[in-house]
């Protein structure tokens, strides 16, 4: 209960409390649908995101023509394979170093999209599994991303190098994705 007064006056008010649904910090993924494609960004400097959503953190920025490989896709986001270039991080204490390369210690060691807990989850690495170490920042490891990762893309940024089946340009050719043609016989 608490007590208000104004003056002479006196409320004694019984205190309530509710519960609010929990925050989300990041979309909940749901099922991805597997797709497979061959892509090209169409954007200038286009987000690469840990997720598919604006809330996500910025993995790299891809420039114009560079090409994707698609993976799966959910709502109006795209999975792509990370590039070479992009740098992820796992926990320095499970990793078993030798100079630049380095084993996976322990089953399930979570592949982060920055050097620390807070950053999201990317997948899984396994005992045994090999990684190439680029620096460490504290106790992380910053690695080369493993070949099956991916990041996400806005859907809005990435066309198709791989023309519909049978599609034809009007002039009896097929497009391909290279930008050449071939004729159709």
Not at 18 to 44: W, Y
Not at 51 to 72: A, C, D, F, M, N
Not at 100 to 116: C, D, F, Q
Request: aromatic fraction near 8%; include cysteine.
């Amino acid at each position: 209960m608490k007590l208000f007064s104004w003056g002479k006056v006196a409320l004694l008010l019984p205190t309530l409390f509710f519960i609010a649904p929990p925050l989300a910090c990041a979309a909940e993924p749901s099922d991805p649908t597997p797709v497979r494609f061959a892509g090209l960004i169409t954007g200038d400097r286009v987000n690469l995101r840990a997720g598919p959503s604006l809330s996500y953190e910025i993995l790299h920025h891809l420039p114009k023509g560079t090409r994707v490989q698609v993976v799966s896709k959910e709502g109006g986001w795209l999975a792509v394979l990370l590039p070479e270039e992009v740098s992820v991080y796992v926990s320095r204490g499970f990793l078993q170093v030798e100079g630049p390369k380095a084993t996976v210690k322990t089953r399930r060691v979570h592949v982060r999209a920055g050097a620390g807990t807070a950053f999201t989850s990317l997948g899984f690495l396994n005992t045994g599994d090999a990684v190439v170490v680029r620096r460490f920042v504290n106790d992380w490891a910053e690695i080369q991303p493993p070949p099956s990762f991916a990041g996400w893309v806005s859907d809005q940024y990435v066309v198709s190098l791989e023309p519909e089946p049978g599609a034809s340009d009007g002039n009896d050719r097929t497009v391909q994705a290279a930008g050449t043609e071939s004729r159709k016989e």
